[in-house]
């Protein structure tokens, strides 16, 4: 079936570390997201790509990096810039054919520093 | 920019009862609208959408919204609600016109059924 995978579900951080997080997509979508979840503040975009090779800061990019070298695959890394890691982070795919239908989601990856 | 507000963070309701969860946005034109559902440690999965046309929309599980032009609402509503819809649902806004229009989410809102 296709879908969005995400990997891994839990991860955890040490202090001053960089962790990446690992999507990956068969829908054959063409843009990506990555999201943010804190509770009691929905979801909060970090970067988007529309594009291999291109992608855009969403509104709360510092701290993160992306690349985009292959369209399937859309990983995010924590970098140690990043001051409050611990979050429940979303990537999403989706294609101008469904763009009215919204996003699809992977099951998201739990980040916590220790 | 676009913003949507979800009046209510927590909404509890008996098993049986009415669920009526509220999502206002703020742009003067009309975006696309969507309700999505997330469980426990999950994604998010879509319960329906507005895109054009009938402004009463049925989604899954039992769900549906009436977008109010004159409101700026999209509210959820069930009839009669389980003890399996017990999760958090995310009101979203897409402008209209745009190939890859950023989807934008409420602050969510958890419901609770109880027996």
């Known amino acids: 079936d296709g879908g969005i995978t995400q990997s891994p579900k839990y991860l955890f951080r040490k202090e001053g570390q960089n962790v990446t997080l690992s999507c990956e997509q068969n829908?054959?979508?063409?843009?990506m997201y990555w999201y943010r979840q804190d509770p009691g503040q929905g979801l909060r975009l970090i970067y988007y790509?529309?594009?291999?090779?291109?992608?855009q800061k969403g509104d709360i990019a510092e701290g993160y990096s992306v690349s985009r070298e292959k369209k399937e695959s859309f990983p995010l890394t924590v970098t140690s810039a990043q001051k409050n890691p611990t979050a429940f982070y979303l990537c999403?795919?989706?294609?101008?054919?469904?763009?009215?239908?919204?996003?699809?989601f992977g099951s998201g990856t739990r980040l916590t520093v220790v | 920019a676009q913003s949507v507000t979800q009046l209510g963070s927590h909404v509890s309701v008996s098993e049986g009862a009415l669920v009526l969860l509220r999502c206002n946005y703020s742009?003067?034109?009309?975006?696309?609208l969507f309700w999505y559902v997330q469980y426990p440690n999950q994604g998010l999965q879509l319960l329906l959408k507005?895109?054009?046309?009938?402004?009463l929309v049925k989604g899954i599980n039992g769900f549906e919204a009436e977008f109010k032009k004159s409101e700026t609402s999209f509210h959820l509503t069930k009839p009669s609600a389980h003890m399996s819809d017990a999760a958090e649902y995310f009101c979203?806004?897409?402008?209209?016109?745009?190939?890859?229009?950023?989807?934008?989410f409420g602050q969510g809102t958890i419901l609770t059924v109880h027996p």
């Open positions: 999403a795919s989706s294609t101008p054919r469904t763009e009215m239908g919204g996003y699809t």
């Open positions: 829908l054959n979508h063409d843009a």
């Open positions: 790509s529309q594009i291999v090779n291109d992608f």
């Open positions: 742009s003067s034109v009309p975006p696309y």
């Open positions: 507005y895109t054009t046309g009938a402004t």
């Open positions: 979203a806004v897409k402008d209209r016109g745009t190939s890859y229009g950023k989807l934008t």
